[in-house]
């Protein structure tokens, strides 16, 4: 069992950065994490996921080169910072986590399906 806190959302204007940050109450070095958001009316969709040892990371390919996820294991900690923000990422952010040694396959890194626990959420909001 693991706990994930969110922190460091907040509104912004567009064009912006945010860093948010996830701290995971035990071990995380051999886990995938990730991170996921949802909009209102929306389904959750998966933003980027960090592999244990942070050698892969993968996005969802429309925020390629405006979000980057890393990690640091030994504060049990996963980041996401975002930058250029925009409008439309406007969502309450959510950190993820798999069971211990379990990988996702690669079509579940970025689906709900990966990941076994998640954090509260932080919200975040953009305006233009």
């Known amino acids: 069992q693991v706990q994930l806190v969110e922190s460091g959302g907040g509104s912004v204007q567009a064009e912006k950065s945010l860093r948010l940050s996830c701290v995971a109450s035990a071990n995380t070095y051999m886990r995938y994490m990730a991170w996921f958001r949802q909009a209102p009316g929306k389904e959750r969709e998966g933003v980027a996921t960090i592999s244990s040892g942070s050698a892969n990371t993968y996005y969802a390919n429309s925020l390629k080169g405006r979000f980057t996820i890393s990690r640091d294991n030994a504060k049990n900690t996963v980041y996401l910072q975002m930058d250029n923000l925009r409008p439309e990422d406007t969502a309450m952010y959510y950190c993820?986590?798999?069971?211990?040694?379990?990988?996702?396959?690669?079509?579940?890194?970025?689906?709900?399906?990966?990941?076994?626990?998640w954090g509260q959420g932080t919200q975040v909001t953009v305006s233009s």
């Open positions: 993820a986590a798999t069971e211990p040694y379990k990988t996702p396959t690669l079509s579940q890194r970025l689906t709900v399906a990966g990941y076994k626990y």
